[in-house]
């Protein structure tokens, strides 16, 4: 029972992950129907940011913790969005209006640029970072050998996580810039008729994408203590996996599918075999194809209108 | 208000407007009506700046907005109400008026809301209903509501009739007219229901693969004989009445 919890704790903590990195993926498929697949890389380049900023926060002599990671999470936030914005401009935008698989393939050359990039600019060896957060509580029942821990990062985290998404789903669903998004999404000619000017709600979007996805990143360097330049890769897959799940397009699909995938994984590793937690979080991917295409929360692609 | 000189425009290599000229004046009805395919959705397209015209110019109110973008020419005031109707299926009757108003100017939006809301009664009782669920002719009302949520000096309907009940058709176009009158919007109107587009209009333009082949008053058209045969009668099956016996 202790053990279960411990995994389910870990298993949230993950998908918080997952779930912001996914609403990027699910939110540019909504907007523009390609799969951005330089979005997880972006979260790496956000990673990295992070690491830069801790280091240049102690640099500084800032010690109090929670102003330390206030900076550092707007440098990242402010960093990787121009990142973010940067790609669309460079290497989706002038591609818009041409064949489907252009931007596509276009997105997986800007994800070895940046990979690569990272690589040249930062090493390739694995960086490590002292833990900056420690403690929790103790959740394990009386006389019992195996150790429940609720750190009080993985509580951050959750509740990070759930503020930016209760936050962000608050924008899209009653702002101006919410409406402008959804109706550039179903229906982007008719759009730019009203008067939206789609360029800059697409702009938007991947800025958007990209500050959750910085946010990702700082969480993770926290967490794990260590990142490289290819940590995009397959957290990026992780999270378009989550996507999927939850129905591409669909915002709560995004965070439903990230807890999902979250979930699987660490109970997985706990029960099963920790060397084939990708084949468990993959299988799902394949199955979810096969039986449901539209993933849990997703419309179908023909709506009569 | 709008005028249109030598254009050209088409969608990919297939060019559908072949030299197009033509004038609205301010406080105008006007009506332009043709066969299925005749370019008549491409003009109004193309005066939005989707497609871009490939050649010749579109002026409106003495600026030339032939190469703006959409977003820009729509911000300047002319609202389209477009063929098929392109409500946003997802959105509620609320948020599609809202983002009509995003061309206007956003301090009267109530007042917007409450002057549309007047006109198509029937939206109002609809607000948070979403547009896709909405009848055929409520999508009509709600396509043409969005366009004057902006405050349009210029609006363009592309066949505001097409799939109505007879019932309905008149209606809509009453309220075309009253938008006309008491607010002085110009209206460009593309019908294919000819007989009610001629009524209604002040002057018209015939449109026949990709030309202006005839203009004139809407009474003149009306009375046109090469007008009746093709798009009164013929042109909709109608059996024409036998000849009355000469006297």
Redesign the interface.
């Known amino acids: 029972m202790d053990y279960l919890l411990q995994q389910l704790i870990n298993g949230v903590t993950l998908g918080a992950v997952y779930g912001l990195i996914a609403i990027g993926y699910t939110m540019v498929y909504g907007i523009i129907g390609m799969i951005n697949f330089a979005h997880g890389d972006i979260y790496m380049i956000g990673a990295f940011i992070s690491l830069i900023g801790l280091l240049l926060v102690g640099v500084l002599g800032i010690t109090y913790v929670p102003l330390a990671l206030l900076l550092v999470l707007v440098l990242a936030v402010l960093f990787t969005a121009v990142y973010g914005w940067a790609v669309e401009r460079l290497a989706y935008r002038p591609l818009r209006g041409s064949v489907k698989l252009a931007p596509l393939i276009s997105a997986i050359g800007m994800s070895i640029v940046l990979q690569n990039y990272v690589q040249l600019a930062q090493g390739a060896r694995v960086k490590p970072l002292q833990p900056i957060i420690r403690g929790g509580f103790d959740l394990s029942s009386a006389n019992a050998d195996y150790h429940v821990t609720l750190s009080y990062l993985q509580i951050i985290i959750v509740l990070l996580t759930v503020a930016l998404m209760a936050g962000f789903t608050a924008v899209i669903k009653a702002t101006p810039l919410g409406r402008a998004q959804r109706a550039t999404e179903q229906d982007m000619t008719m759009a730019s008729l009203l008067g939206i000017d789609v360029d800059r709600v697409i702009s938007t979007t991947f800025v958007i994408g990209a500050s959750l996805a910085a946010v990702a990143g700082l969480i993770v360097t926290l967490y794990y203590g260590v990142i490289d330049f290819y940590i995009g890769f397959v957290a990026g897959i992780k999270a378009f996996t989550a996507a999927v799940l939850g129905g591409i397009g669909s915002l709560p699909g995004a965070i439903l599918g990230g807890l999902l995938i979250g979930l699987i994984e660490a109970l997985w590793s706990g029960y099963f075999s920790i060397e084939y937690k990708d084949v468990a979080a993959f299988g799902v991917l394949v199955m979810v194809l096969i039986f449901r295409p539209t993933g849990l929360l997703g419309k179908p692609e023909i709506e009569k209108v | 208000m709008l005028s249109i000189t030598g254009l050209y425009s088409g969608y990919g290599h297939i060019e559908a407007l072949h030299g197009i000229d033509m004038e609205l004046a301010a406080g105008e009805i006007v009506a332009l009506i043709g066969a299925n395919g005749a370019g008549k959705t491409t003009l109004l397209m193309t005066i939005?700046g989707?497609p871009r015209a490939s050649q010749g110019s579109i002026r409106f109110d003495g600026e030339d907005i032939t190469d703006w973008?959409?977003?820009r020419i729509?911000?300047r005031g002319i609202?389209?109400a477009?063929e098929?109707?392109?409500?946003?299926?997802?959105?509620s009757v609320r948020?599609n008026l809202?983002?009509?108003a995003?061309?206007g100017n956003q301090q009267h939006f109530a007042s917007d809301l409450e002057r549309v809301l007047s006109l198509f009664p029937r939206l109002g009782e609809r607000l948070q209903q979403r547009g896709?669920t909405l009848s055929g002719g409520e999508q009509q009302m709600l396509a043409i509501g969005?366009a004057l949520m902006?405050r349009p000096r210029l609006l363009l309907l592309d066949e505001p009739s097409l799939g109505l009940a007879p019932l309905v058709v008149r209606q809509i176009f009453e309220i075309i007219a009253d938008i006309n009158r008491s607010h002085g919007v110009t209206v460009f109107l593309v019908e294919q229901n000819a007989f009610h587009a001629l009524r209604l209009a002040q002057r018209a333009y015939v449109m026949v693969n990709g030309r202006i082949t005839l203009q004139g008053s809407g009474s003149q058209l009306l009375a046109d004989p090469a007008v009746r045969a093709a798009y009164l009668e013929g042109g909709h099956g109608v059996a024409t009445p036998p000849a009355e016996p000469a006297p």
């Open positions: 939005c989707k973008p959409s977003f729509a911000r609202a389209h477009p098929g109707r392109r409500i946003f299926p997802r959105m948020e809202q983002m009509g995003v061309a896709g969005r902006g």
